[in-house]
């Protein structure tokens, strides 16, 4: 898949999982990698990074019961606007493949 | 691979760009990948090659920094703009020109014809200036250097415009000419110095043909190159 295209999808799958809960870094890349087997878990936590510095998430330490402390991330309002911009966009790119009949 | 590996390579790339600090902010992500993973009960080993390799995700990190996307977009954008000067300004044409006018400027302000009106002056200087009054002789040293100017700023030009146009029709055929013009910018540059010491030597012949060493120079390796260029078959770059 073409890495553009593939991060734009991890973007989106990672600002949906956290539009519904938060999490820390480990649990998001475990669900990330239900759908992206083949994704490095390493460049899941480089967009989550990224998705952080452009403002979409934000994050705060938190405790854990045996010990290190961990990152706990929650999407942003900007995230929220982000998140449902791409989606309509997928939409609207997928209505356009389907309608060409190509899917 | 171990985790203590990893992490180390990773710190080491991360710190060619980050400071030690933010390095290490970056690198906590990672020690927390490795504790949680740990504890699901995962290998040190396994967690590595399923992390990625140090090196590429340090490049990924680093390609996302907001100076690095600035720099792409402004070298992106010199790029277009050179391009749309390189290949499809017209007034670039007319720029190039400019050196070959301030050399036929220069030409006509210090009286460039002068040398050639009295060319022998230049060989045995010392018995010429007896036959020559003081004016003509002092006016012979500008206006060959004059002509030497001429030379170089003509050069200059003809060499942007070699490669200008090289460039726009997609041919290297004539670069091998800019070796000669190139060997007679620099001639001229030493004829120009050897003027000045003209008056001090009794044939400036020897001197002349010294400075102009360079151009011959350029000529053999023009020769090379218009032979290397052509024993293959004709391309288009």
């Known amino acids: 898949m073409d890495a553009q295209f593939k991060k734009g999808v991890l973007e989106m799958c990672i600002l949906y999982t956290l539009a519904k809960d938060e999490m820390y870094g480990y649990e998001i890349m475990r669900i990330v990698k239900n759908y992206f087997p083949d994704v490095y878990d390493g460049t899941i936590y480089t967009v989550l990074r990224r998705l952080a510095s452009d403002g979409y998430l934000d994050f705060y330490i938190g405790e854990t019961s045996d010990g290190p402390k961990r990152k706990y991330y929650f999407i942003t309002e900007n995230g929220n606007i982000y998140l449902n911009d791409n ?17 | 691979m171990t985790r203590k590996e990893f992490i180390n390579s990773l ?4 710190h060619h ?20 993973g740990i504890t699901e009960g995962k290998s040190e080993d396994e967690l590595c090659r399923q992390c990625g390799e140090p090196k590429k995700l340090a490049m990924e990190i680093i ?24 290949y499809h300004s017209k007034a670039i044409i007319y720029l190039l020109l400019i050196p070959l006018l301030v050399g036929v400027i220069k030409w ?13 002056m230049l060989w ?13 002789t002092e006016k012979i040293g500008p206006s060959l250097a004059a002509n030497t100017w001429f030379m170089i700023f003509g050069s200059t030009t003809v060499i942007m415009l070699l490669i ?17 013009f190139a060997g007679i910018i620099i001639s001229m540059n030493n004829v120009r110095y050897a003027l000045g010491q003209l008056a001090s030597k009794e044939r400036a012949l020897g ?31």
């Open chain 2, 63 to 86: 390609g996302d920094t907001k100076a690095i996307k600035i720099r792409k977009i402004l070298s992106s954008k010199i790029i277009k703009s050179l391009d749309k000067v390189i």
């Open chain 2, 124 to 136: 045995n200087f010392e018995s010429n200036l007896v036959k020559y009054n003081n004016i003509i």
């Open chain 2, 17 to 36: 760009y980050f400071s030690s600090k933010d390095s290490k902010a970056i690198i906590m992500d990672y020690e927390e990948y490795f504790d949680a």
């Open chain 2, 207 to 237: 001197l002349i043909l010294n400075a102009m060493k360079p151009f011959f120079i350029g000529i053999i390796l023009s020769a090379i190159l218009f032979i290397i260029i052509n024993i293959r078959k004709p391309r288009v770059i």
């Open chain 2, 108 to 120: 006509f302000v210090d009286s460039g014809w002068y040398y050639w009106k009295y060319p022998d």
């Open chain 2, 164 to 180: 200008v146009l090289s460039l726009r029709q997609k041919t290297y055929r004539y670069l091998y000419l800019i070796a000669i």
């Open chain 1, 87 to 103: 989606i309509e966009q997928w939409k609207s790119l997928c209505s356009i493949v389907q309608s060409m009949g190509i899917i």
């Open chain 2, 11 to 14: 710190y080491k790339e991360l």
